[in-house]
């Protein structure tokens, strides 16, 4: 078994798109629109499955904002820099709400960033071949 991908809704799909391309560099891999049902899919990631997970952005034709609820955490991607991935975030117009430094407790070195809709994405700092570099 794998994790295929993780889907958030979202208020507005282009500005979503535009954050999780223009600023954390995935891709657009496929888009879906079903007017019968007013719902429009479209999917993101570094790469395409079963490969790599993706992120499926839900946009329900008409809802602007959904409440982000208590039992939702975070997505974490690894970089191999959360310094220099904050200060690219940054330089993108993206939201830092935490800066890079060690996790609480431990040694590994964190940051979160948010995207417009209000859900975090962690940054995790990680020394190995496949990591996202912002």
């Given at each position: 078994m794998r994790i295929l991908h993780t889907m958030l809704r979202v208020g507005n799909l282009q500005r979503s798109i535009d954050f999780y391309?223009?600023?954390?560099g995935m891709k657009l891999l496929r888009t879906s629109d079903n007017p019968e049902y007013q719902y429009t899919l479209a999917f993101l990631g570094y790469g395409n499955n079963p490969e790599h997970a993706e992120l499926e952005l839900t946009y329900n034709y008409g809802v602007e904002s959904y409440e982000m609820g208590t039992a939702y955490g975070h997505i974490a991607l690894a970089v191999p820099d959360a310094a220099?991935?904050?200060?690219?975030?940054?330089?993108?117009?993206?939201?830092?709400?935490?800066?890079a430094g060690p996790v609480k407790g431990g040694k590994t070195v964190i940051a979160f960033v948010q995207d417009p809709d209000g859900y975090k994405i962690e940054l995790i700092e990680r020394e190995f071949d496949q990591v996202v570099t912002l």
């Open positions: 391309t223009q600023v954390l220099a991935a904050c200060e690219a975030v940054k330089a993108k117009g993206g939201n830092v709400t935490r800066e």
